[in-house]
């Protein structure tokens, strides 16, 4: 069975600060892909980052960036130079190819970004 | 930009009543899907379609039952509403395998059954 960890539950940086949210999962398939999604207070979950097994280069987005390592089943999200409108909650998730397309979430990071 | 709706996005209800909770997307995707969340919780898939007159039971036992007559709509309903219902419920969809998995989902629904 998969499953997705996110330890933080609750992180608290000041604005400019850099800041990782951790994912950890457990999969027995070689393949799957990884997302990260952003569920801000109104309750949508917008995507943020898709990553396949087979592609393990860091991939950077503004101030986004996402670190992939499968030796150590992790698949890690840092914001640079945190904002304010970064305040949200942080959802690392898992699909397995031969699994429906069903996604499993991690139970979240809610990070909250002061000024 | 992904097209996809809920309606409500609140609903307030005593118990007993029967509810649906509307989910529409104008992407033509085949699969669909519902999730639980409570309030700072994780999601849960509850149901999932693989396309018109396909539906499943997902990881989570829900006393909801869906349907899947359109491509386009999977509305969800619960028969006579309970306090243990209250939840906010996310709809989403998958042009699978096209899309490598990604689900595009909905704004939610937040139930409170009174």
């Known amino acids: 069975a998969q499953k997705v960890t996110q330890a933080q539950t609750e992180i608290s940086v000041v604005e400019k600060e850099d800041v990782t949210l951790d994912c950890v999962y457990e999969t027995r398939d070689t393949t799957y892909y990884l997302f990260w999604y952003k569920q801000p207070p109104s309750g949508e979950l917008v995507f943020l980052i898709r990553r396949n097994s087979f592609d393990e280069q860091n991939e950077i987005s503004g101030r986004y960036s996402w670190n992939f390592q499968k030796s150590t089943s992790s698949f890690n999200f840092t914001i640079t130079a945190s904002q304010v409108v970064d305040s949200a909650v942080y959802f690392c998730a898992l699909s397995e190819v031969g699994g429906g397309n069903k996604l499993t979430f991690g139970t979240g990071t809610q990070l909250k970004v002061e000024l | 930009e992904a097209d996809i709706y809920q309606t409500p996005r609140y609903l307030v209800i005593g118990t007993g009543k029967k509810i649906t909770l509307e989910c529409s997307q104008t992407?033509?995707?085949?699969?669909m899907y519902w999730y639980q969340q409570d309030p700072g919780m994780e999601l849960h898939l509850i149901h999932y379609?693989?396309?018109?007159?396909?539906?499943e039971k997902g990881d989570l036992s829900s006393e909801s039952t869906v349907s899947r007559i359109r491509t386009e709509h999977f509305p969800l309903t619960l028969e006579s509403a309970r306090p243990s219902h209250t939840s906010q419920y996310l709809c989403?969809?998958?042009?699978?395998?096209?899309?490598?998995?990604?689900?595009?989902f909905g704004p939610g629904t937040r139930l409170t059954v009174l």
């Open positions: 992407m033509g995707h085949d699969k």
């Open positions: 379609s693989y396309g018109v007159n396909s539906t």
């Open positions: 989403a969809s998958s042009d699978f395998p096209a899309s490598h998995n990604e689900q595009f």
